[in-house]
């Protein structure tokens, strides 16, 4: 089994910034893509930011410039830079990872608001 422990999100106002992590431990040989998705409500599912296990990345338009994603391969872990955070970035964040299939966490809440 493959476990995904999302933590790091909260309440922040508009203009700051959250950190969120993302740790999948268990029956896991190799991680390729990880990747940080939202759903805020009344709203479909979407990709904020992904990343493949050689670095390369991939933003939605409405975080480019603010996000940053990055992940540390030795300890199976991807997380989230979010500056300069707006209203429209509440939302659950999930993690998802494709380790021969797709995982997905729980979700972790951000909520930006004043």
């Known amino acids: 089994q493959v476990q995904l422990v999302e933590s790091g999100g909260g309440s922040v106002q508009p203009g700051g910034s959250l950190r969120l992590s993302c740790r999948a431990s268990?029956?896991?040989?190799?991680?390729?893509?990880m990747g940080w998705y939202r759903q805020a409500p009344g709203k479909e599912r979407e990709l904020v930011a992904d990343?493949?296990?050689?670095?390369?990345?991939n933003y939605a338009d409405s975080v480019k410039g603010r996000f940053a994603i990055s992940r540390d391969n030795a300890k199976n872990t991807v997380y989230l830079q979010m500056n300069s955070l707006k209203p429209e970035d509440t939302a659950v964040y999930y993690c998802?990872?494709?380790?021969?299939?797709?995982?997905w966490g729980k979700g972790t809440l951000v909520t930006v608001s004043s």
């Open positions: 990343i493949t296990r050689g670095g390369s990345t």
């Open positions: 268990g029956n896991i040989f190799s991680i390729n893509t």
């Open positions: 998802r990872i494709y380790a021969g299939q797709d995982y």
